[in-house]
């Protein structure tokens, strides 16, 4: 199963239904993708959840405007388990003319479109966000 996936759908679906919390199975790469998400401010917050009960849970808190519309308007998983993509950090694509972020994964670790041109790396292309 495809974890980013899942984790995209889930805020979508949440988003779509006003949550303000949603919880999601955690792993590393799900984690990196958060951290950038709430840096670039599509997302409130993240936490996450060490209790007995739900071990490996990821707890994300959704953001919202002032009149309750959702930050984040679209999301698009790029590179997929049947079909990867891979950019070198030349061909990064700009989401939106620069209000979204791509999100990659290089041998850097996973870093947003800025960050990668940067340090002049590119890699594997996860998902886009709007």
């Excluded at 999601?24 to 998400?37: A, G």
């Amino acid at each position: 199963m495809d974890t980013i996936s899942d984790l995209l759908v889930r805020i979508r679906n949440a988003q779509m239904k006003f949550k303000d919390k949603l919880d999601v199975p955690s792993s590393k790469m799900q984690l990196e993708i958060l951290k950038h998400l709430k840096e670039e401010g599509f997302i409130a917050s993240y936490k996450l959840s060490l209790t007995e009960k739900r071990p490996g849970v990821v707890r994300v808190f959704l953001k919202y405007t002032p009149d309750r519309k959702p930050v984040i308007v679209g999301m698009k998983r790029v590179s997929r388990p049947g079909r990867r993509v891979y950019r070198s950090y030349r061909d990064i694509p700009r989401v939106r003319e620069g209000f979204g972020v791509t999100i990659l994964s290089t041998p850097k670790g996973v870093l947003t479109e800025h960050q990668a041109k940067q340090k002049k790396v590119g890699g594997e292309i996860l998902c886009q966000v709007w």
